[in-house]
């Protein structure tokens, strides 16, 4: 399986600030994803970002509040803008598996706003 | 649309079998996955069912799959402390390019 690293792996933020978050693979992938799980919750599907195009976002989310990059096959970060104490999560990413039947997780990124 | 339920909380004895359960709404979900969640790392994926197969063994794991029924369950043999954690069941239609449903976990905890 991939190597995934994410950084920060925490972070305590203001409200009215932005966090990036940056997702590094040890190999290259077509599709990365970003997940959030909110506390006692499970995961939620952020959007999926594919290297060359914009992201796609589920329903819910904008990209006004998570905008994405993906500048290379190896690399990708998801911004939270603005934000509220609402958006104290745990952020994942993820990228598909070698044989692209499963996908496999960073450690996340552990975000609390005050 | 897609939906995944499991129980919130298993708790067994070290050395006896767990069976964690699942059950998906899903009748276009082609693979079934077991995620483990242990506290205060990511997610690490287990073991996965494609959904013409009807069980799946992995060392102490064993996964069944009741296609008709929408049911999956997860069963760990000789359980030890160390299973102690979360246990996420997830659906894909078409595995690891789109999205992955995850349900709420199964917090598993092990009595010495």
């Known amino acids: 399986s991939a190597v995934i690293s994410q950084k920060p792996s925490r972070d305590i933020c203001q409200r009215g600030t932005s966090l990036t978050i940056q997702c590094q693979v040890d190999s290259q992938v077509t599709m990365m994803f970003w997940y959030r799980q909110q506390p006692g919750q499970s995961l939620t599907l952020i959007a999926t970002?594919?290297?060359?195009?914009?992201?796609?976002?589920e329903s819910g989310f904008v990209i006004d509040k998570f905008p994405i990059s993906r500048p290379n096959l190896t690399f990708s970060t998801l911004t939270v803008s603005n934000m509220s104490p609402e958006d104290s999560s745990i952020y994942l990413c993820?990228?598909?598996?070698?044989?692209?039947?499963?996908?496999?997780f960073g450690p996340g990124t552990r975000l609390l706003v005050l | 649309g897609e939906d995944v339920e499991q129980s919130l909380f298993l708790s067994v004895r070290e050395g006896d079998s767990s069976v964690i359960n699942c059950t998906y709404t899903?009748?276009?979900?082609?693979?079934l996955y077991w995620y483990k969640q242990e506290p205060g790392a990511g997610l690490q994926l287990l073991t996965y069912?494609?959904?013409?197969?009807d069980m799946k063994q992995d060392q102490r794991l064993t996964v069944l799959l009741n296609k008709k029924d929408k049911h999956l369950s997860l069963r760990i043999a000789d359980t030890q402390t160390g299973d102690s954690a979360i246990y996420f069941c997830?659906?894909?239609?078409?595995?690891?390019?789109?999205?992955?449903?995850f349900g709420i976990g199964t917090k598993l905890q092990v009595i010495p």
């Open positions: 993820s990228v598909e598996g070698l044989t692209q039947e499963t996908q496999y």
């Open positions: 899903d009748s276009s979900s082609t693979y």
């Open positions: 970002a594919n290297q060359g195009s914009e992201a796609t976002y």
């Open positions: 069912i494609f959904s013409n197969m």
């Open positions: 997830a659906e894909s239609k078409t595995g690891g390019y789109q999205k992955v449903t």
